[in-house]
């Protein structure tokens, strides 16, 4: 399996000899591989500021039979872009140790929300949790290994007063939420590598209707951070055969705590109702 | 509101007036505070050597009317064992500005992944592995703020193949699952402090009906650890009103990476399969 | 075990040499089984026109040794207050020939649906459907057998364009859904014997929250019928071990067939929006 | 809109102006029009024993422009293969008086009932009690107006020990479950018009991986009928803008007494420990 350097490898040595229009194909494909994994030919051609025909001649040079084939490339190369089962196949040529299982998945887990604070901007964190504070109603979609983030998400709005829904399967439950999204609501939608058909189309459809959008993915070129007003960007690495949830939670933790903040009394009050229903039902071990 | 420090020095300025036995007792609530706010008047005699109407003299000396008033006080004295009203009412005394709150919500959990991997015993992780491995089915329970890493866990599992199930809330569901568990099954129960009292009769159940149990939860005298075979302790602090589940996401994902590369060839056929039925689907972006 | 009969046979032979008194709660208790199964001593005494010490006495005169005792007999004669086990063990004493199970099972169902329409009072029926088109939001809630109508009316509702939510399983769900709860909301809440206890608070706390409440049931005098502004009463009988929530559909299909020739602009628009939301997601097999 | 009628209409006037083979073709139509809204121009041609371009003829000679155009009016003419949306502006033009509703309502839903018992055949519904019975693990599909009969079929068969699972959501869920599927496995769908693609997409992937299926639809010429092993065909009418589930329910009822008379001793020991996790719970309001 190609691995990214190849792609890059294959371009530097080809560079001396391209004509100059291509060499500043070169540069930005070197440069944006992520965006180039997703971008269409005519993305590429505007952001090079080359005509689409460049482009296309670029990956004929360097011995693609098209765009999409140079595209198809650059996804091999990323560990990401992988199925499951690819990623697990790689992983298991060098698997780690049972003894370092422990130690690696916690250090990555580490380095994934080190990274993810790094990616998140301040601004547009605060202006997501104005989004929040104001909406009429807010959806919360998110499925597979993006149902966690998502209900945890819904849960502690919810325990907080928010007026929340949740899908975390799609089918005829997404659509019926769908289906009653008006201007004023808000929707987060969370997804992440191999994104799910549903979850694009959901954030399509919000946008027609007029609804703001948050995302909440990992990568700026991600359709999901592209469909969005609000896109915030997570690591999801694992020692495993797929993507971990974990720098989600971490940011959802960070939401919820900000709102809490932001209206502190009607928090109290919803909290003390919980509290309640809580004590009414005995759900509680102590009281 | 008491503080944990407030107890502690309370006994200790008393300690030097002590009768000996009670000295003994003293020591040991100072030492295992975290013990004492769930144990039995019995147990904590036990633990410290004494007769339980020791134990009971020690607290009227200190000026309460009896051992579960001492133990309140205890309670008390943890913000985690707050309710979540409480505990956000203390943090609006000194609330986090919302500059800072991204940059200390994530250096909270940054500590809660370093703590959690210093109280996760290698051999009882390796244990548990095995344990998972070769369960002829496995129930994962978990509610409220436990049900995020409990579907991450169930996701997981069945994607690579185990023969799981899963149950996020109480009633009627549970009591099903419940009905249909035979030894040879395994229960993972996730619960943190506030613990629901549903969580805590599963794992009794299971006990009684000879079924294995895990549990994931945040104190090792937690009523959930002291049930289990297998006892995982997470850090679960939030700088919001309520506790996080983050760190047991991390718990999960080692779970998972440690089975999928304990048996690859059925986890690869299990992921393959997988990838058939979402390509026959058509839920991928990207097949 | 005692039928209905049993108990009304030891009244009657008993009847010439009860004092006058106790012939009063006698006449009362033989024509309203039903509601003696759950009442309360002091609201027998207060139907009957006699003094609690009254009926207490009657309970002895006739063996029992008090009022507790009575109920508990006249409990047994209903075959709906078994526990499942105890109706299958019934069942088996006579079983239905499996050439016979199908046609029993639905001439039971005719007569269930026959039965439940004249137990309907169409003024009920459409002071119901007044409240259930003027509601802010409505909660339905049903869990186990009830779990299948609520599901029905809930989704109808939705389709519709009615702010709908529904909780078919307790714990945590449910009390977050209460603790949300206004004025001006609509609960309702659907539930046959044997009656789980969560229902009943659910009508308990949307009373004292001041929300109006609809009850399905199959009792007058079930404790959801008694919580409830508008009680629905209707027939499960089942030739299985169990209770049929059969008679509860065909109620919800005339809800919803009354409420969208109500209101047939809204409908209208709200199905053609459903069906956007399918066609956009490619749900149907039939555009 | 073209009514059933209408189309038959327009054939029975060209009649005896068509030629030999075009009469088979004919006769065929008017007779089968079910069949022929869902079966291809081969499947028609093969019944009539004509050819192919013999049925495309017969449309061109009736004035339309192929067999797709005509199975397209004929399909028009069911108003069951309407959107919900065109089937309620259908039912406006001449509404129920809402206080005829509910007798109306549930005099349909007697038809349902009386229609359904003549569709089922008994040698079939003992069939697919057999199925039942010996499944190594049983799949239950059905979404949307289909969900409840498909809840209501799995917590019976939880109740009284069946192992059983139960995907009321497309999508990811949906996908899992089917991943699972192995050979001595039992898939029941219920779909009824407007068929999802989904549970049509879940019957073939049963079908190839080599599990029994059984369907619970509307039509025997519904597709999920013609993937099944064992059809069986309800009535689905409604007063409202939707199909009923109703009949469906009751057939459910039946296959669950069958299941429990068939195995007593399983029925009631399962029943019995379902009881006790009741019981331990404390979830009913009398024990």
Redesign the interface.
């Known amino acids: 399996m190609a691995s990214a350097q190849a792609v890059s490898d294959q371009i530097t040595s080809a560079f001396s000899n391209l004509p100059r229009s291509q060499k500043l194909v070169a540069r930005f494909v070197v440069d944006n591989q992520y965006f180039v994994a997703f971008a269409s030919v005519a993305e590429v051609a505007q952001k090079a500021g080359v005509s689409a025909a460049t482009v296309v001649r670029f990956c004929q040079t360097l011995g693609y039979e098209g765009y999409p084939h140079l595209q198809a490339a650059i996804?091999q190369g990323f560990s990401r872009?992988m199925?499951?089962?690819q990623r697990?196949?790689e992983?298991?040529t060098a698997?780690?140790s049972?003894?370092d299982?422990?130690?690696q998945?916690?250090s990555t887990?580490?380095n994934n929300?080190?990274y993810?604070?790094e990616l998140?901007d301040?601004v547009t964190?605060?202006a997501a949790?104005d989004e929040i504070s104001r909406a009429a109603a807010i959806l919360v979609v998110g499925?597979?290994?993006s149902?966690?983030?998502a209900?945890?998400l819904s849960?502690?709005l919810?325990?907080?007063?928010f007026?929340v829904?949740v899908v975390?399967?799609?089918?005829?439950?997404?659509?019926?939420e769908?289906?009653?999204l008006k201007p004023g609501d808000l929707l987060i939608c969370i997804g992440f590598w191999?994104?799910?058909?549903?979850a694009?189309?959901t954030m399509r459809?919000a946008r027609e209707v007029g609804v703001t959008r948050i995302a909440i993915t990992d990568s700026e070129v991600s359709?999901l951070a592209q469909l969005a007003d609000y896109a915030f960007v997570t690591t999801t690495d694992?020692?495993?055969?797929?993507v971990?949830?974990?720098a989600s939670?971490?940011l959802v933790?960070?939401f919820?705590?900000?709102l809490?903040?932001?209206r502190?009394e009607k928090?109290?009050a919803?909290?003390?109702?919980?509290?309640?229903?809580?004590n009414?039902?005995?759900?509680?071990?102590?009281g």
Chains 1, 2, 3, 4 share one sequence.
Not at 158 to 161: E, H, L, T
Not at 238 to 242: A, D, E, F, N, P
Not at 280 to 286: A, D, K, P, R, T
């Open positions: 996804r872009f199925t499951t089962a697990l196949e992983r298991l698997p780690v049972e003894d299982v422990l130690a998945a916690f887990d580490i929300i080190k993810t604070i998140i301040p964190f605060r949790v499925g597979g290994i149902a966690p983030p209900l945890f849960h502690s919810q325990v907080i007063g007026p829904r975390t399967s799609g089918g005829i439950p997404l659509s019926l769908l289906s009653a191999r994104y799910f058909r549903e694009v189309a459809w359709p694992s020692i495993g055969h797929s971990s949830p974990l939670i971490a933790d960070a919820v705590a900000a809490s903040f932001r502190p928090t109290l919803a909290l003390r109702k919980v509290d309640m229903a809580y009414e039902s005995n759900l509680l071990l102590e």
